[in-house]
């Protein structure tokens, strides 16, 4: 059984720039969620992914979309970056469904200059 | 609106000492609650949930619903405890999906 492993480590990007950051789900489960941790904060949710589809969007701009592959990896895009982007960004896996347990991978770590 | 309250930014005990990590919630319905846990240079786990009610590490943790209150607790503190500590919250958020709702965070500082 593989944990939930995300690409790229850090990345450094200029503002006005795109960036793509990609996450492997845990073998076996079929929902992904992504959250933003910004230095000092707790993670906060920007949205989540089951059956290729958004199902549930926390308190953030359309520029974050993302995507699910029928592999259960998933995507998220970020368009038009702004300093205020720079944070950790964290995928989890989980199965769908309330009280499932969340498995975080280790984030990549977002420099908007 | 629906959050996490965790207090104490930083809270240092003496190893062998009893340790309580607080949270307060803000929720109008049934609440389910998670304590996570992030050691140095690991990812964050989860320690435990409310529902389960059961004793992880040594860590116990009890909802109190008349106080909203979730507070992670260990009666002696070991080294190995020092870690960031997130309380979270499972919110609905649409079409069967439930979020976590985190605090802030309480990094704990075990003294040997």
């Known amino acids: 059984e593989t944990g939930v492993t995300q690409s790229p480590t850090h990345l450094i990007k200029t503002r006005g720039q795109q960036v793509t950051l990609r996450c492997s789900s845990q073998?076996?489960?079929?929902?992904v969620s992504w959250y933003q941790q910004a230095l000092g904060q707790g993670p906060q949710f920007i949205f989540q992914y089951y059956r290729e589809e958004e199902n549930g969007r926390g308190n953030f701009p359309p520029r974050f979309s993302g995507l699910q592959f029928p592999n259960y990896s998933s995507e998220l895009n970020v368009n038009a970056l702004e300093l205020d982007d720079s944070a950790l960004y964290l995928c989890?896996?989980?199965?769908f469904g309330r009280g499932t347990e969340a498995f975080f991978g280790q984030g990549t770590r977002l420099t908007v200059v | 609106a629906q959050r996490v309250t965790q207090p104490e930014k930083l809270l240092s005990v003496f190893k062998g000492a009893p340790v309580e990590l607080k949270c307060n919630y803000s929720y109008s319905g049934s609440p389910e609650l998670f304590w996570y846990v992030q050691y140095s240079r690991q990812r964050l786990q989860l320690l435990l949930r409310?529902?389960s009610r059961e004793s992880i590490k040594g860590f116990t943790a009890d909802l109190n619903k008349g106080e909203t209150s979730f507070h992670l607790k260990k009666p002696f503190a070991q080294e190995e405890d020092s870690a960031m500590y997130y309380c979270a919250l499972s919110l609905y958020s649409g079409a069967g999906s439930y979020q976590l709702t985190f605090g802030k965070g309480t990094k704990l500082s075990v003294i040997p």
């Open positions: 073998s076996g489960h079929n929902t």
């Open positions: 409310h529902i």
């Open positions: 989890a896996s989980s199965f």
